[in-house]
């Protein structure tokens, strides 16, 4: 969002400015159609409780396959190397359908 409201800042022009607007309105729409999965103590005591397993595996793909466990998700990814370390959590590789 910071993008857009800096594009809204930086417009010199009214039109610049409706443009930016309506560029806002039309992301905010697109991103309110997901539905958010919280992100709880529990994900992060879990997220902890990984890392201690000494899992190579990025911060913030752990924490998605956390919220996963927790939620009882699949995860759908192309790197099936990392998330096949994460013990229990489902994942399923799309790109080759």
């Given at each position: 969002m910071r993008g857009w409201l800096a594009a809204i800042r930086?417009?010199?022009?009214?039109?610049?400015r409706a443009t930016?607007?309506?560029?806002?309105r039309m992301a905010v729409e697109y991103f309110a159609s997901?539905?958010?999965v919280d992100y709880t103590v529990h994900?992060?005591?879990l997220v902890s409780?990984?890392?201690?397993?000494?899992?190579?595996?990025?911060?913030?793909?752990?924490?998605?396959?956390?919220?996963?466990?927790?939620?009882?998700?699949t995860v759908v990814t192309r790197n099936t190397r990392d998330f096949a370390q994460v013990p229990g959590l489902?994942?399923?590789?799309?790109?080759?359908m």
């Open positions: 930086a417009a010199t022009t009214p039109d610049a930016a607007y309506q560029r806002l997901f539905a958010v994900v992060e005591a409780d990984l890392r201690k397993q000494g899992l190579r595996i990025g911060t913030q793909d752990l924490r998605i396959a956390a919220i996963a466990l927790v939620q009882g998700a489902r994942i399923e590789d799309w790109s080759a």
